[in-house]
């Protein structure tokens, strides 16, 4: 074969493994960054915590229209066949005078009942309207459910967003260990320092490059919960994206915060749990109260046993009236139904107070640790300006060997947490922020 058209024929191969090549493609099509607001998106529609309560949700209103549904008539249809025996009378006592009447052994009924509510105390009402209140409230625990998977989202983002951060810090600090390492190298080649400088040199580095693992290894655990919470394959590539995930100032002081947690989702559930067991505190009474209701039937029969003896033909029997019930046990067994069901009334009014405390001391408490974290920034800024200007120092002298390696270390070590500390403030002040957004009720993109 002519060379020329051996080597199209590898060149063809060649492209065709590439292009079949996951890794290759990964490389020429890599993920596209997942902002929080993208992210928010999918867990909408994929997270198994939300899509539970949607399910609650829809179950809830099936059971409004299964409470409806009481108020419409009551249907039975009855049909039955059976073979009986002769009628025998005592004329004369329990067993004297025996007379037998012959009748036909086949006996059918066909029979449609009806029967209609018409009074019942409200109870039918008070169903209607607990399972409207808690279909409510299965709503607002949908609300709650996008809520708490968006900061648990959110928190996952900071978190690898200051891993990230810190990967950068040990990068550039495992490549100045390593450039002090050499000059310490050449200092002791030279004689003028000890082998123990070099192996405390050596151990610093290792130590540094252990951390950068370590961090490594975290980020990797906290891209795999996210895809978890967000129901994406394990083998989808995702890159986070971090433009705009820390925000620069809070928008809302602590007044409106507070007021806005006052009427956020958990306490309007609260809300809706104390309305409903009050509405079981009128059912409990109606049961002091007579039912009354409409009914009637309609058969065909055979034979008629209407007379007797029996006729034997088929007849048809039908009757419509009202009728009332009243349970005279109620008198005396319903006492305890309404005490319990106003004391657990009662104990759920006492529920929807303490959550509306609790909102108001956590977003106190919340709102003074952000006011914390913000005054933290000018003094690790100054911080991190006075920790560089002491590793210069140090570092200079170390040169010169006016200090020993343990200084050096020191202000080495010192630097970094300067830096992290910077750097990790600004994030914690970031995720103080949306745990204020999450329990006063607002959303998180504004």
């Not at 997942?34 to 198994?48: G, H, I, M, W």
């Amino acid at each position: 074969m002519h060379p020329q058209k051996l080597l199209q024929r590898a060149l063809l191969v060649i492209a065709i493994i590439f292009s079949t090549n996951p890794y290759m493609q990964a490389q020429q099509n890599p993920a596209a960054p997942l902002s929080l607001k993208q992210a928010f998106a999918l867990a909408e529609t994929r997270n198994r915590m939300v899509l539970k309560s949607l399910i609650e949700k829809n179950i809830a209103a099936e059971e409004v229209a299964e409470a409806e549904e009481a108020k419409l008539p009551e249907l039975d249809f009855h049909t039955a066949y059976a073979r009986i025996t002769n009628i025998t009378e005592f004329k004369s006592g329990p067993f004297g005078g025996q007379k037998v009447t012959d009748i036909h052994n086949n006996m059918y009924d066909v029979t449609v009942t009806g029967s209609m509510p018409v009074y019942q105390g409200n109870r039918i009402n008070n169903s209607i309207q607990k399972a409207s209140l808690n279909r409510e409230a299965a709503g607002y625990a949908v609300q709650k459910a996008q809520k708490d998977v968006k900061l648990h989202i959110t928190a996952l983002y900071l978190g690898m967003y200051k891993r990230m951060q810190l990967d950068k810090l040990l990068e550039e600090n495992v490549a100045e260990e390593k450039e002090r390492l050499k000059e310490v190298k050449a200092l002791h080649k030279n004689g003028t320092i000890t082998k123990n400088e070099v192996l405390r040199a050596e151990l610093q580095l290792k130590d540094r490059e252990i951390q950068l693992i370590n961090n490594r290894k975290e980020l990797e655990v906290a891209y795999n919960d996210l895809k978890t919470v967000l129901q994406l394959p394990e083998g989808q590539p995702i890159v986070i994206d971090t433009l705009g995930l820390v925000p620069v100032t809070l928008k809302y002081d602590l007044a409106a915060l507070t007021n806005a947690s006052l009427t956020n989702e958990e306490f309007k559930m609260a809300d809706r749990r104390t309305e409903m067991n009050r509405i079981e505190v009128k059912n409990a009474k109606a049961n002091y109260l007579p039912v009354i209701s409409l009914y009637g039937n309609y058969a065909y029969k055979y034979p008629n046993f209407m007379f007797f003896p029996p006729d034997w033909n088929a007849y048809t029997f039908g009757q419509v009236g009202i009728q009332a019930t009243y349970n005279i046990s109620g008198l005396y067994k319903n006492k305890s139904r309404v005490a319990l069901a106003k004391e657990k009334a009662e104990a759920a009014a006492h529920q929807a107070a303490i959550v509306a405390d609790e909102n108001r001391d956590r977003i106190f408490r919340q709102y003074k640790q952000y006011e914390e974290l913000e005054e933290q920034f000018k003094v690790t800024d100054a911080a991190q300006v006075l920790a560089a200007e002491n590793y210069r120092l140090v570092k200079l002298q170390y040169l010169n060997q006016l200090v020993v390696s343990t200084e050096m270390i020191d202000a080495d070590n010192a630097l970094l947490q300067a830096r992290y500390n910077r750097i990790s403030v600004r994030i914690d002040a970031a995720m103080k922020y949306y745990e204020l957004l999450h329990t006063a009720g607002l959303p998180f993109t504004e």
